[in-house]
T-cell receptor, first 113, second 114 residues
Framework: EAGVVQSPRYKIIEKKQPVAFWCNPI?????LYWYLQNLGQGPELLIR????????DSQLPKDRFSAERLKGVDSTLKIQPAELGDSAVYLC???????????FGQGTRLTVV | DAKTTQPTSMDCAEGRAANLPCNHS???????VYWYRQIHSQGPQYIIH???NNETNEMASLIITEDRKSSTLILPHATLRDTAVYYC???????????????FGKGTKLSVKP
């Protein structure tokens, strides 16, 4: 069974440019998470979806970050415009609704220069 | 904010048991205890979870105190590949709102040494 797939694995952009990350969750998983992880820190939740509904986006900086999960499957996370402080690893995870085990992708490492 | 407290780092000799403690003194009755680990440059990996009974699977054992205010993750025979950051999380499995979120703290960096 394929795991959570994220792309790209690495991205380098100049500040003020837009960037987008893509996540394909495990088939049949209704819950999808986006996390941000800074070096040496634990993952920080940005948004959680149940199917296509964002049930918690309270930690998403909505002035520059946006996310969507059309049809309740794939999801994209966008930053526009990117700032130097956005350099981090962006992780996507999915799980069957109501269960504990979340499966994580390998993440996208973003470097803003 | 994370609801758990873990030591920043621990060392363990290869082949010995690794016992990773976690304090969750404010845990509520419907919150489960979960453990994840993150090996360098990879996403977090689920290990085990429990409510109040001790649990065991092929990866580890989870011991939860009777008052549920603390727990211990046990890796019975640690190997070099178990070197990772281990996260203890408390959470209510829930569909809506923020209750169902997986909130990570800083975790414990376990170093398994030859």
């Amino acid at each position: 069974e394929a795991g959570v797939v994220q792309s790209p694995r690495y991205k380098i952009i100049e500040k003020k440019q837009p960037v987008a990350f893509w996540c394909n969750p495990i088939s049949g998983h209704n819950t999808l998470y986006w996390y941000l992880q800074n070096l040496g820190q634990g993952p920080e939740l940005l948004i959680r979806y149940e199917n296509e509904e964002a049930v918690d986006d309270s930690q998403l900086p909505k002035d520059r970050f946006s996310a969507e999960r059309l049809k309740g499957v794939d999801s994209t996370l966008k930053i526009q415009p990117a700032e130097l402080g956005d350099s981090a690893v962006y992780l996507c995870a999915s799980s069957p609704t109501g269960t504990a085990e979340a499966f994580f992708g390998q993440g996208t490492r973003l470097t803003v220069v | 904010d994370a609801k758990t407290t873990q030591p920043t780092s621990m060392d363990c000799a290869e082949g010995r048991a690794a016992n990773l403690p976690c304090n969750h003194s404010t845990i509520s009755g419907n919150e489960y205890v979960y453990w994840y680990r993150q090996i360098h440059s990879q996403g977090p990996q689920y290990i085990i979870h429990g409510l109040k009974n001790n649990e065991t699977n092929e990866m580890a054992s989870l011991i939860i105190t009777e008052d549920r205010k603390s727990s211990t993750l046990i890796l019975p025979h640690a190997t070099l590949r178990d070197t990772a950051v281990y996260y203890c999380i408390v959470r209510v499995p829930s569909y809506g709102g923020s209750q169902g979120n997986l909130i990570f703290g800083k975790g414990t960096k376990l170093s398994v040494k030859p």
